[in-house]
T-cell receptor, first 112, second 111 residues
Framework: KAGVTQTPRYLIKTRGQQVTLSCSPISGHRSVSWYQQTPGQGLQFLFE???????NKGNFPGRFSGRQFSNSRSEMNVSTLELGDSALYLC???????????FGEGSWLTVV | SQQGEEDPQALSIQEGENATMNCSYK?????LQWYRQNSGRGLVHLIL?????REKHSGRLRVTLDTSKKSSSLLITASRAADTASYFCATDEWGGFKTIFGAGTRLFVKA
């Protein structure tokens, strides 16, 4: 089975712009989670989707949003980018909640 | 705040020595997992231990879970330079639909 695939791997954006990151989960996995990783804050939970429904979200402003499609692929969007949004954004998938989650390689976002 | 907190934050040992990392958490959990992350890469799953288990082994890894103390430990025996990475514990809260990660322990194994 192919692993979790995230695109793009690297991107540079300017303050005020918006960005969309994509995640394709492992085939058969219906749960997709997103995390933000920064040196100072570690891995912060953004949100989790299951069968196109957001079941939980972390403490992030409304500029951070996501969605999941019927094929379980997921996207996250960050609008009005700020310098502090520079981070590694990780997507993870699981068959169901409570099971092992598998991570993609992440998308490195740099905001200048 | 993070559900899981690892201790120590950083650990430096010689190849061949054992490395022990600890994790504490706050609420009731469904399971606890340990992950490894090489610099700038995604996290790799190492081992999952369920709340009704006390110890689990996988190769050179040994994980213990003490739900009364809300803590877990990861032991890596006979460490190798390739074990150099950050190690994270992660917990699933009951019915929470989210996996929470600690800040991680940075392990450096000197050849």
């Amino acid at each position: 089975k192919a692993g979790v695939t995230q695109t793009p791997r690297y991107l540079i954006k300017t303050r005020g712009q918006q960005v969309t990151l994509s995640c394709s989960p492992i085939s058969g996995h219906r749960s997709v989670s997103w995390y933000q990783q920064t040196p100072g804050q570690g891995l912060q939970f953004l949100f989790e989707y299951f069968s196109e429904t957001q079941r939980n979200k972390g403490n992030f402003p409304g500029r951070f949003s996501g969605r999941q499609f019927s094929n379980s692929r997921s996207e996250m969007n960050v609008s009005t980018l700020e310098l502090g949004d520079s981070a590694l954004y990780l997507c993870a998938s699981a068959e169901a909640s409570g099971n092992t989650i598998y991570f993609g390689e992440g998308s490195w976002l740099t905001v200048v | 705040s993070q559900q899981g907190e690892e201790d120590p934050q950083a650990l430096s040992i010689q190849e061949g020595e054992n490395a022990t990392m600890n994790c504490s958490y706050k609420t009731s959990i469904n399971n606890l997992q340990w992950y490894r992350q090489n610099s700038g890469r995604g996290l790799v799953h190492l081992i999952l231990i369920r709340s009704n288990e006390r110890e689990k082994h996988s190769g050179r890894l040994r994980v213990t879970l003490d739900t009364s103390k809300k803590s877990s430990s990861l032991l890596i025996t006979a460490s190798r330079a390739a074990d150099t990475a950050s190690y994270f514990c992660a917990t699933d809260e009951w019915g929470g639909f989210k996996t929470i990660f600690g800040a991680g322990t940075r392990l450096f194994v000197k050849a």
